[in-house]
């Protein structure tokens, strides 16, 4: 071979070898499987300790007298929206929802798939019992990839058993009941009044006017905004 | 004309990067799920900036003549279909998502590979 077919060659090995590298770097910063090993559900001790002590009321959480109004519109499957519940939302319960200036209302929404219906109309039927934004944190805190199959009926039922105030057989022939179905729809047309393209959406209304921030912001974004419209 | 095909692919994906806004789930557009994943950044960097400058040395490959454009040229595209095979593995059997112009990006690195070794063959450097 020539001293030019040796340095194409020597060329292309360096360049496998680099890629290489880069890939070991990529594949090791890569996401494994779901957090929760199989078959457990996490996130509930967590969740009730977020939400002890704070007043609820179907899809809300907080007094029903605060001055501003904070509507978050989630699907059950959406990945930005488990990140937002991980960070996001806990600020704003923490914060202004916890110290009576707002109330935070969860909005479930179904356009990502069949499962997502599953888990709305799971969430709906712990609302009707007044714990609808619980029982939505613990399902995004359990979320699996898109429409594999992780909305199963063993998940939800198990998710409804831990949360206290959940009359399981309550919850369970609600699921089946149009009211759910209703609650759910009523979620999509007030998504579709307020202009909601995607999730997670917040809409923050308040004496101070209305804010509207699409996606996973940081936390101090929403904060600022719910005290902006206050 | 591969390279500016990919140029635009990667300069696209690229300004939505640094102008677009916070990752969310849009209604009727998925969730941009590979885009969003782990597997798309190297480094803090997202890998469309990476792509984009692989472009633009195979650009820079296509206007020098000689032995080292041909040199340049080869490098590139063995170096961006390699990588770009990775993240078509990552799609599929790791983030379980498809980026159409990921895709996009990968025939026309696979094409630009064709290229630079019929322009290596054209000239004999293996032999001469």
Redesign the interface.
Known sequence: ??R??W??GG??VV??A??VA??V???S???SSSDAPAGETVGVTKTLDLVEGIPQAEFTIGKAGAPVTVREFI?PQ????K?ASETTVPAIIEGPVADGTAKLIIEP?T??GSESSTGALAIAAAARQDRGVTFAEILLANQG??N?GWVSDALLTDIAGKIPGIDVATWESDRNGTEVGDAVFAASDR?TANG??????FVITGPGGKRVI????EPATVLDAIEAVS | MLALLGLGITGYLSWTELMG?????????G?A?VQ????A???GMSLSYLGFFTYAFMLASALMPG?WGR?LG??TS??GV??SL?LLY?ELF????ICPWCMASLVVMLLALAVAVAR?ARAG????
């Open positions: 071979m020539s030019k077919g340095l194409i060329a292309v360049v496998i680099v890629v880069l890939v770097i990529s594949a910063g890569g996401d699907d959406c990945p930005v929206c990140s929404l356009f990502i990839k898109e594999s998504a909601v393209n995607a999730t997670p959406t699409t996606g996973a912001s | 806004d916070d990752p969310s789930c849009v209604i009727g557009g969730c799920t969003n994943s782990e597997y950044q190297i480094f032995f040199l080869i490098v063995v170096g390699l990588f990775w990552a790791l983030i379980e998502a290596i450097d293996l032999t001469s």
